[in-house]
T-cell receptor
Framework: GDSVTQMEGPVTLSEEAFLTINCTYTATGYPSLFWYVQYPGEGLQLLLKATKADDKGSNKGFEATYRKETTSFHLEKGSVQVSDSAVYFCALRTQGGSEKLVFGKGTKLTVNP | NAGVTQTPKFRILKIGQSMTLQCTQDMNHNYMYWYRQDPGMGLKLIYYSVGAGITDKGEVPNGYNVSRSTTEDFPLRLELAAPSQTSVYFC????????????????FGPGTRLTVL
């Protein structure tokens, strides 16, 4: 079945460091891909998305590019802030048009001042 | 606009007790979902609904029941609580997907933390 694999956390960085969180997926056809973020004590929020190969999603300084050839959707940010501390989830939506999402396990990011 | 609201925020149950987790959205969304999030794990879909009167099972429906009598409300029922149901429960909603390549963001509530002892 469809699945999402994220790099194991937790990840701890200093402010202004470069961030990469790896995400790979297994799915038939051409799924849509997403990054959700969960700040402490809150529900998940959509961070960015990409719906077809080579699309780049971006928001709040975060970027991710849909790579069909490597089945990947890695999240990057050039300079993290303390306020970026959160849990990040990679997710996919299957090609059939279903609204159901398949989530990865999440990667906890802590940014220290 | 309150978005998606969930009650209660926290609850402790004894084994065998029952309870209902409430979820309400004020965005007139057709789709609603219930997920559970176990420690160190991603979210798993319990049940979902594509509109009032229509519900369907997700990945982990055993031990739960749902109903959808109105567009706004989507309660989740635990009939006989078990320790394996200790988790954080999230309700979410979205508008109808109009095309294969369209995506309508899922909006999440703040969650209910449930402990079964």
């Amino acid at each position: 079945g469809d699945s999402v694999t994220q790099m194991e956390g937790p990840v701890t960085l200093s402010e202004e460091a470069f961030l990469t969180i790896n995400c790979t997926y297994t799915a038939t056809g051409y799924p849509s891909l997403f990054w959700y973020v969960q700040y402490p004590g809150e529900g998940l929020q959509l961070l960015l998305k990409a719906t077809k190969a080579d699309d780049k999603g971006s928001n709040k300084g975060f970027e991710a590019t849909y790579r069909k050839e490597t089945t990947s959707f890695h999240l990057e940010k050039g300079s993290v802030q303390v306020s970026d501390s959160a849990v990040y989830f990679c997710a996919l939506r299957t090609q059939g048009g279903s609204e159901k999402l398949v989530f990865g396990k999440g990667t906890k990011l802590t940014v220290n001042p | 606009n309150a978005g998606v609201t969930q009650t209660p925020k926290f609850r402790i149950l004894k084994i065998g007790q029952s309870m209902t987790l409430q979820c309400t959205q004020d965005m007139n969304h057709n789709y609603m979902y219930w997920y559970r999030q176990d420690p160190g794990m991603g979210l798993k879909l319990i049940y979902y609904s594509v509109g009032a009167g229509i519900t369907d099972k997700g990945e982990v429906p055993n031990g739960y029941n749902v109903s959808r009598s109105t567009t706004e409300d989507f309660p989740l029922r635990l009939e006989l609580a078990a320790p394996s149901q200790t988790s954080v429960y999230f309700c979410a909603s979205s508008t109808t997907g109009l095309a294969v390549r369209s995506y309508n963001e899922q909006f999440f509530g703040p969650g209910t933390r449930l402990t079964v002892l």
